[in-house]
Protein backbone atom coordinates (compact mmCIF):
# COMPACT_ATOMS: atom_id res chain seq x y z
CA UNK A 1 0.00 0.00 0.00
CA UNK A 2 1.16 3.46 -0.68
CA UNK A 3 1.38 6.49 1.61
CA UNK A 4 0.87 9.85 0.26
CA UNK A 5 2.15 12.95 1.47
CA UNK A 6 1.81 16.41 0.23
CA UNK A 7 1.77 19.81 1.55
CA UNK A 8 -0.13 22.91 1.90
CA UNK A 9 0.40 26.90 2.26
CA UNK A 10 4.70 26.83 1.98
CA UNK A 11 4.43 30.25 0.75
CA UNK A 12 1.69 31.49 2.45
CA UNK A 13 2.53 34.91 4.08
CA UNK A 14 0.67 34.15 7.04
CA UNK A 15 -0.64 30.92 8.83
CA UNK A 16 1.17 27.19 9.50
CA UNK A 17 2.30 25.04 7.47
CA UNK A 18 0.38 21.52 6.93
CA UNK A 19 1.52 18.62 5.54
CA UNK A 20 -1.47 16.00 4.47
CA UNK A 21 -0.34 12.17 5.06
CA UNK A 22 -2.96 9.71 3.69
CA UNK A 23 -3.27 5.99 3.05
CA UNK A 24 -6.05 4.65 0.65
CA UNK A 25 -5.65 1.23 1.59
CA UNK A 26 -8.30 -0.68 -0.86
CA UNK A 27 -10.57 2.73 -0.97
CA UNK A 28 -11.44 4.03 -4.45
CA UNK A 29 -12.54 7.60 -4.23
CA UNK A 30 -13.78 9.37 -7.35
CA UNK A 31 -12.46 12.51 -8.66
CA UNK A 32 -9.57 12.42 -6.39
CA UNK A 33 -7.07 15.42 -7.86
CA UNK A 34 -4.63 17.81 -7.14
CA UNK A 35 -6.97 20.32 -4.44
CA UNK A 36 -5.61 23.27 -6.28
CA UNK A 37 -7.53 22.26 -9.44
CA UNK A 38 -11.02 21.43 -7.46
CA UNK A 39 -13.29 23.79 -6.16
CA UNK A 40 -13.88 24.52 -2.56
CA UNK A 41 -17.14 22.75 -2.65
CA UNK A 42 -15.77 19.35 -4.05
CA UNK A 43 -12.83 19.35 -1.65
CA UNK A 44 -14.45 19.81 1.08
CA UNK A 45 -16.85 16.77 0.12
CA UNK A 46 -13.86 14.38 -1.14
CA UNK A 47 -11.92 15.51 2.17
CA UNK A 48 -15.06 14.01 4.02
CA UNK A 49 -15.24 11.00 1.62
CA UNK A 50 -11.38 10.89 2.34
CA UNK A 51 -11.63 10.72 6.09
CA UNK A 52 -14.51 7.97 6.29
CA UNK A 53 -12.84 5.79 3.85
CA UNK A 54 -9.26 5.89 3.63
CA UNK A 55 -7.52 2.83 5.56
CA UNK A 56 -5.52 5.65 7.37
CA UNK A 57 -4.83 9.40 7.23
CA UNK A 58 -3.25 12.40 9.29
CA UNK A 59 -1.94 15.93 9.04
CA UNK A 60 1.20 17.36 10.63
CA UNK A 61 1.03 21.41 11.40
CA UNK A 62 4.02 23.70 11.88
CA UNK A 63 2.98 27.24 13.03
CA UNK A 64 3.88 30.36 11.73
CA UNK A 65 6.42 30.74 14.96
CA UNK A 66 8.12 27.45 14.21
CA UNK A 67 8.73 28.05 10.78
CA UNK A 68 10.47 30.88 11.60
CA UNK A 69 12.30 29.83 13.97
CA UNK A 70 13.65 26.77 12.17
CA UNK A 71 13.44 27.66 8.04
CA UNK A 72 11.42 26.45 5.82
CA UNK A 73 13.08 23.49 4.66
CA UNK A 74 13.28 21.90 8.52
CA UNK A 75 9.66 23.28 8.97
CA UNK A 76 8.72 20.81 5.48
CA UNK A 77 10.70 17.94 7.33
CA UNK A 78 8.89 18.74 10.94
CA UNK A 79 5.86 18.90 9.50
CA UNK A 80 6.02 15.36 7.51
CA UNK A 81 7.59 13.67 10.07
CA UNK A 82 4.64 14.87 12.74
CA UNK A 83 2.09 13.47 10.33
CA UNK A 84 4.07 10.32 9.28
CA UNK A 85 4.47 9.34 13.30
CA UNK A 86 0.70 10.34 13.56
CA UNK A 87 -0.45 7.66 10.41
CA UNK A 88 2.07 5.10 11.98
CA UNK A 89 -0.10 5.34 15.12
CA UNK A 90 -3.53 5.16 13.31
CA UNK A 91 -1.83 1.98 11.30
CA UNK A 92 -0.57 -0.06 13.97
CA UNK A 93 -4.21 0.91 15.79
CA UNK A 94 -6.49 -0.42 12.82
CA UNK A 95 -3.88 -3.46 11.69
CA UNK A 96 -3.15 -1.53 8.02
CA UNK A 97 0.43 -0.76 6.79
CA UNK A 98 2.36 0.80 3.82
CA UNK A 99 5.24 -0.26 2.05
CA UNK A 100 5.76 2.85 -0.21
CA UNK A 101 5.85 6.17 0.02
CA UNK A 102 5.40 8.59 -2.45
CA UNK A 103 5.77 12.55 -1.82
CA UNK A 104 5.05 15.24 -4.77
CA UNK A 105 8.14 17.47 -5.32
CA UNK A 106 12.08 16.51 -5.53
CA UNK A 107 12.51 16.80 -1.93
CA UNK A 108 12.80 13.99 0.53
CA UNK A 109 11.43 14.97 3.80
CA UNK A 110 12.05 11.98 5.31
CA UNK A 111 15.76 11.80 4.64
CA UNK A 112 17.79 10.72 7.68
CA UNK A 113 14.85 8.68 8.58
CA UNK A 114 14.69 4.63 9.38
CA UNK A 115 11.77 5.05 6.46
CA UNK A 116 13.89 7.30 3.64
CA UNK A 117 14.62 3.80 1.58
CA UNK A 118 10.68 3.79 1.31
CA UNK A 119 10.46 7.02 -0.17
CA UNK A 120 10.31 8.44 -3.58
CA UNK A 121 9.99 11.64 -4.75
CA UNK A 122 7.58 12.75 -7.82
CA UNK A 123 6.77 16.46 -9.42
CA UNK A 124 3.07 16.64 -10.03
CA UNK A 125 2.52 13.69 -7.86
CA UNK A 126 -0.70 15.48 -6.17
CA UNK A 127 -2.27 15.45 -9.72
CA UNK A 128 -0.75 11.59 -10.28
CA UNK A 129 -1.11 9.43 -7.68
CA UNK A 130 -4.32 9.28 -6.01
CA UNK A 131 -2.93 9.03 -2.26
CA UNK A 132 -1.23 11.89 -3.10
CA UNK A 133 -4.23 13.77 -4.30
CA UNK A 134 -5.93 12.65 -0.88
CA UNK A 135 -3.20 14.16 1.06
CA UNK A 136 -3.15 17.15 -0.75
CA UNK A 137 -7.19 18.02 -0.38
CA UNK A 138 -7.25 16.62 3.57
CA UNK A 139 -4.04 19.42 4.55
CA UNK A 140 -6.18 22.39 1.87
CA UNK A 141 -9.52 21.68 3.64
CA UNK A 142 -8.04 21.47 6.83
CA UNK A 143 -5.56 24.53 6.56
CA UNK A 144 -8.25 27.04 4.80
CA UNK A 145 -10.41 26.12 7.99
CA UNK A 146 -7.64 27.31 9.80
CA UNK A 147 -7.36 30.13 8.60
CA UNK A 148 -11.22 31.29 8.20
CA UNK A 149 -11.81 30.95 11.85
CA UNK A 150 -9.33 33.29 12.57
CA UNK A 151 -11.33 35.93 11.50
CA UNK A 152 -13.00 36.31 14.22
CA UNK A 153 -9.66 36.74 15.98
CA UNK A 154 -7.95 39.19 13.67
CA UNK A 155 -11.21 41.23 12.14
CA UNK A 156 -9.75 43.32 9.14
CA UNK A 157 -7.41 40.66 7.67
CA UNK A 158 -10.12 38.78 5.39
CA UNK A 159 -8.06 35.33 6.27
CA UNK A 160 -10.87 33.60 4.82
CA UNK A 161 -10.79 34.40 1.29
CA UNK A 162 -6.49 34.67 0.83
CA UNK A 163 -5.98 32.11 3.54
CA UNK A 164 -2.81 34.04 3.80
CA UNK A 165 -1.28 34.24 0.61
CA UNK A 166 0.23 37.53 -0.30
CA UNK A 167 -2.71 39.03 -2.60
CA UNK A 168 -2.98 42.36 -2.62
CA UNK A 169 -6.13 42.62 -0.49
CA UNK A 170 -3.97 40.71 2.21
CA UNK A 171 -0.90 43.38 1.35
CA UNK A 172 -2.94 46.40 1.94
CA UNK A 173 -4.51 45.01 5.03
CA UNK A 174 -0.65 44.48 6.61
CA UNK A 175 -0.01 47.74 5.62
CA UNK A 176 -3.25 49.24 7.08
CA UNK A 177 -2.95 47.10 10.12
CA UNK A 178 0.47 45.65 10.82
CA UNK A 179 1.59 42.47 11.43
CA UNK A 180 -0.22 39.69 13.44
CA UNK A 181 1.15 36.38 15.28
CA UNK A 182 0.23 34.47 12.18
CA UNK A 183 2.60 36.18 10.00
CA UNK A 184 5.83 34.62 8.61
CA UNK A 185 8.50 37.07 10.05
CA UNK A 186 11.28 35.55 8.02
CA UNK A 187 10.08 36.09 4.82
CA UNK A 188 11.54 38.84 3.12
CA UNK A 189 8.50 40.78 2.37
CA UNK A 190 7.13 40.72 5.93
CA UNK A 191 10.95 42.06 7.50
CA UNK A 192 10.13 45.66 6.60
CA UNK A 193 6.46 45.82 8.76
CA UNK A 194 8.23 43.64 11.77
CA UNK A 195 11.24 46.11 11.81
CA UNK A 196 13.48 43.10 11.57
CA UNK A 197 15.76 44.98 8.82
CA UNK A 198 15.85 48.19 11.19
CA UNK A 199 17.25 45.98 14.11
CA UNK A 200 19.28 43.48 12.02
CA UNK A 201 22.08 45.93 13.17
CA UNK A 202 21.92 45.22 17.27
CA UNK A 203 21.47 41.26 17.00
CA UNK A 204 23.03 40.52 20.15
CA UNK A 205 26.11 39.37 21.00
CA UNK A 206 25.38 35.72 21.66
CA UNK A 207 23.85 35.51 18.40
CA UNK A 208 26.78 37.12 16.24
CA UNK A 209 29.56 34.29 17.76
CA UNK A 210 27.31 32.01 16.90
CA UNK A 211 27.11 33.04 13.22
CA UNK A 212 30.75 33.48 13.56
CA UNK A 213 30.93 30.08 14.11
CA UNK A 214 28.96 28.54 10.97
CA UNK A 215 31.17 27.02 8.62
CA UNK A 216 30.70 28.18 4.50
CA UNK A 217 29.05 25.55 3.51
CA UNK A 218 26.42 26.35 6.27
CA UNK A 219 26.67 30.14 5.24
CA UNK A 220 25.74 29.06 1.81
CA UNK A 221 23.08 26.71 2.51
CA UNK A 222 21.36 29.78 4.65
CA UNK A 223 21.55 32.03 1.89
CA UNK A 224 20.02 29.46 -0.47
CA UNK A 225 17.48 29.03 1.67
CA UNK A 226 16.74 32.69 2.23
CA UNK A 227 16.69 32.70 -1.78
CA UNK A 228 14.23 29.95 -2.48
CA UNK A 229 12.24 31.77 0.43
CA UNK A 230 12.01 34.74 -1.08
CA UNK A 231 11.45 33.37 -4.48
CA UNK A 232 8.32 31.14 -3.29
CA UNK A 233 6.94 34.35 -1.13
CA UNK A 234 7.00 36.23 -4.71
CA UNK A 235 5.13 33.27 -6.34
CA UNK A 236 7.35 30.94 -7.64
CA UNK A 237 7.04 27.08 -7.88
CA UNK A 238 10.44 25.79 -6.79
CA UNK A 239 11.81 22.52 -9.41
CA UNK A 240 14.81 21.93 -7.94
CA UNK A 241 18.06 22.86 -5.55
CA UNK A 242 21.15 22.29 -6.16
CA UNK A 243 20.76 20.80 -9.48
CA UNK A 244 23.39 19.44 -11.09
CA UNK A 245 24.32 18.59 -14.40
CA UNK A 246 28.01 17.05 -16.09
CA UNK A 247 28.74 20.64 -16.38
CA UNK A 248 27.60 22.74 -13.93
CA UNK A 249 25.47 23.12 -10.75
CA UNK A 250 22.42 25.60 -10.75
CA UNK A 251 21.35 26.42 -7.07
CA UNK A 252 17.69 26.84 -7.38
CA UNK A 253 15.61 26.39 -10.49
CA UNK A 254 11.64 27.92 -10.49
CA UNK A 255 8.56 28.54 -12.26
CA UNK A 256 6.24 31.48 -12.54
CA UNK A 257 3.90 32.52 -15.10
CA UNK A 258 5.42 30.15 -17.58
CA UNK A 259 8.55 31.35 -17.36
CA UNK A 260 11.75 28.86 -16.15
CA UNK A 261 14.08 30.86 -13.67
CA UNK A 262 17.53 29.58 -13.20
CA UNK A 263 19.12 31.51 -9.67
CA UNK A 264 22.42 31.58 -9.02
CA UNK A 265 22.58 33.02 -5.26
CA UNK A 266 25.87 34.37 -3.93
CA UNK A 267 26.81 35.16 0.17
CA UNK A 268 28.68 38.35 0.96
CA UNK A 269 29.30 39.35 4.47
CA UNK A 270 30.79 43.18 2.70
CA UNK A 271 32.05 44.08 -0.29
CA UNK A 272 35.74 43.90 0.54
CA UNK A 273 36.06 41.36 -2.92
CA UNK A 274 33.31 43.25 -4.34
CA UNK A 275 29.64 42.49 -4.78
CA UNK A 276 27.78 39.29 -5.60
CA UNK A 277 27.36 40.64 -9.37
CA UNK A 278 31.40 40.49 -9.87
CA UNK A 279 31.66 37.47 -9.05
CA UNK A 280 29.72 37.14 -12.36
CA UNK A 281 32.22 38.07 -15.61
CA UNK A 282 31.42 38.05 -19.37
CA UNK A 283 32.76 34.62 -19.42
CA UNK A 284 31.76 32.52 -16.90
CA UNK A 285 28.11 34.24 -17.86
CA UNK A 286 28.39 33.27 -21.47
CA UNK A 287 29.15 29.94 -20.20
CA UNK A 288 26.25 29.96 -18.14
CA UNK A 289 23.72 30.57 -20.59
CA UNK A 290 25.28 27.62 -22.98
CA UNK A 291 25.24 25.03 -20.06
CA UNK A 292 21.26 26.65 -19.25
CA UNK A 293 20.68 25.80 -22.80
CA UNK A 294 21.89 22.62 -22.81
CA UNK A 295 20.14 21.86 -19.29
CA UNK A 296 16.75 23.18 -20.15
CA UNK A 297 15.50 20.17 -22.44
CA UNK A 298 16.68 17.73 -19.70
CA UNK A 299 14.64 19.66 -17.22
CA UNK A 300 11.17 19.98 -19.36
CA UNK A 301 11.44 16.71 -19.65
CA UNK A 302 12.81 15.50 -16.31
CA UNK A 303 10.22 17.71 -14.15
CA UNK A 304 7.12 17.77 -17.42
CA UNK A 305 7.76 21.30 -17.05
CA UNK A 306 5.99 23.55 -19.77
CA UNK A 307 7.30 26.75 -20.05
CA UNK A 308 7.41 29.60 -22.85
CA UNK A 309 10.92 31.07 -21.89
CA UNK A 310 13.69 31.38 -19.28
CA UNK A 311 15.67 33.64 -17.68
CA UNK A 312 18.88 33.69 -15.15
CA UNK A 313 18.69 35.45 -12.29
CA UNK A 314 21.52 36.76 -9.75
CA UNK A 315 20.91 36.82 -6.19
CA UNK A 316 23.11 38.35 -3.56
CA UNK A 317 21.88 37.83 0.04
CA UNK A 318 23.47 39.98 2.91
CA UNK A 319 23.46 37.84 6.44
Known amino acids: MTLGIDEVGRGAWAGPLVIGAVVLGGAEIEGLDDSKKLTKKRREGLDVAIREQASSWALGWVSAKELDEIGMSEALKLATRRAVKEIQAKCQKNGSTFDEIIIDGTVNFLAGTPLEKYVTMIAKADGLIPSVSAASIIAKVARDKFMAEQDDIYPGYDFSSHV ?24 APLAKYAG ?23 I ?91 QFLLMEIRL
Open 164 to 187: GYGVPKHRAAIKRLGVTPLHRLSF
Open 196 to 218: VESNSQNASEEESKSQQKDTTRQ
Open 220 to 310: GNKGEQTAADWLVADGHEIIARNWRTRYCEIDIVSKKDKVLYFTEVKYRKNDNFGDGLAAITNKNSNKCVLLLEYSLPKIRSMKAVICKCW
